[in-house]
């Protein structure tokens, strides 16, 4: 089993930032693909950054040039800097998790967090 630990959400002003944090840990797997994303009620969750199969980390075209990824591979830690926040970057924001293969593969097996919510508003 893996176990996820998100950390940073709350409320903030339009072109604030936050600075999330997640941290993955398992007694099984020491390496792990992590990844960012967020979700809108009543719409399906959508990718924000995080690293994949074979470890480059990507950001989505919506968030680009404002929000920035980091890793601690050492601590399984994962930061997600979110610059001049928008309303529309409104969400819950979940660290999806999955074992890394000693190849750099991601495992299929997914692990959520709880989520941790952002609301961006005057």
């Known amino acids: 089993q893996v176990q996820v630990m998100e950390s940073g959400g709350g409320p903030v002003q339009p072109g604030g930032s936050l600075r999330l944090s997640c941290a993955a840990s398992?007694?099984?797997?020491?390496?792990?693909?992590m990844n960012w994303y967020r979700q809108v009620p009543g719409e399906a969750r959508e990718f924000v950054a995080g690293a994949g199969n074979y470890g480059p980390i990507t950001v989505a075209d919506s968030v680009k040039g404002r929000f920035t990824v980091s890793e601690d591979s050492a601590q399984n830690t994962l930061w997600l800097q979110m610059t001049n926040l928008k309303p529309e970057d409104t969400a819950k924001y979940y660290c999806?998790?999955?074992?890394?293969?000693?190849?750099?593969?991601?495992?299929?097996?997914?692990?959520w967090g709880q989520g941790t919510q952002v609301t961006v508003s005057l």
């Open positions: 999806k998790v999955q074992a890394r293969r000693k190849n750099g593969e991601c495992f299929e097996t997914t692990y």
């Open positions: 398992s007694y099984l797997f020491e390496r792990f693909c």
